[in-house]
């Protein structure tokens, strides 16, 4: 059995570095299910998104902070910028594992504003 924290972050960055089929063939549950409220909760959605979103943003760059892992539960937290030009967002994704794949996905977004009168920052 692989470890689920490696294969949650592998997952993220080929998704994000456009190897969106290769990412879901390697890690993604036949059954998926996800909660992004912008696309049907299947898997053939969230995969025509995150492949149209390849496009728009071919220089999309994931960065991960930290990974937390509880029985089947892993959580990534990140940042994303999709173009150089654009703001930092800082992600939290939550993955649920059957096995090996993941079979269950949600996902937390906020871009990180540029001045914050918090010293800690979001990361």
């Given amino acids: ?3 689920k924290k ?3 972050v592998s997952f993220l960055q080929q998704v994000s570095s456009g190897k969106v089929h290769v990412a879901y ?3 993604v549950h036949p059954e998926f299910r996800h909660h992004n409220p912008y696309f049907r909760g299947d898997r053939a959605s969230l995969l025509e ?3 149209e979103s390849g496009i728009e943003f071919p ?3 994931f960065t991960p902070v930290r990974t937390l892992e509880e029985g089947e539960f892993v959580v990534v937290h990140g940042s994303v910028r999709l173009k150089s030009n654009m703001p930092e967002i800082a992600l939290v994704h939550i993955f649920r ?3 090996d ?3 269950e996905e ?3 977004a906020q871009e990180v504003p540029g001045e914050t009168p918090n010293d800690h920052g979001m990361f």
Avoid: H
Wanted: no cysteine.
């Fill in 59 to 61: 220089d999309k760059v």
């Fill in 101 to 103: 794949l993941i079979i």
């Fill in 49 to 51: 998104g995150m492949l």
């Fill in 25 to 27: 063939t390697e890690y």
């Fill in 97 to 99: 594992f059957e096995g």
């Fill in 6 to 8: 490696d294969s949650a």
């Fill in 106 to 108: 949600w996902e937390v």
């Fill in 1 to 3: 059995m692989r470890n």
